[in-house]
């Protein structure tokens, strides 16, 4: 298989899209990346699957499959080497990194924005003032 299979068959999958992400060619669904093009040059391509996924397919086909080197491998990222991969391999692998962003996309990502502050901080007109605690300040008034 060469890029352009990679390109073709990831962008076959429904709502694929092509973007790009550190000057190399991403595949996303949702606005999320599932697969990358980004280790070309060495005649890979990258998919986003999960640690175990990555040590089952790693263990069913050695001769395809590898951890991409670093936190991102230990994270799940794997390289497929496209020219000894076949049609049907390669279309599973990118399905299953395709069905897994679009299963991730559904679920609460648990990161939101912190509520907007309801009360305003007071604004305090001297630091002498501020720096009285508050039983000095309220014999004072």
Do not use: C
């Amino acid at each position: 298989m060469t890029p352009s299979d990679f390109r073709r068959i990831a962008l076959s999958l429904e709502g694929a899209e092509e973007g790009s992400h550190m000057g190399a060619a991403d595949f996303r669904v949702g606005g999320r990346i599932f697969a990358t093009l980004a280790s070309v040059k060495e005649d890979y391509g990258n998919l986003m699957i999960t640690p175990e996924l990555q040590a089952e397919f790693i263990a069913d086909r050695p001769d395809l499959f590898l951890p991409v080197h670093g936190g991102w491998g230990r994270n799940g990222a794997t390289h497929i080497r496209l020219a000894p991969a076949d049609e049907d391999t390669l279309h599973g692998a990118l399905h299953t990194a395709w069905k897994l962003r679009v299963e991730k996309n559904k679920k609460p990502s648990g990161k939101s924005k912190s509520p907007a502050r309801k009360t305003a901080k007071p604004i305090v007109a001297n630091k002498r003032s501020a720096a009285q605690p508050a039983k000095k300040r309220a014999k004072n008034l």
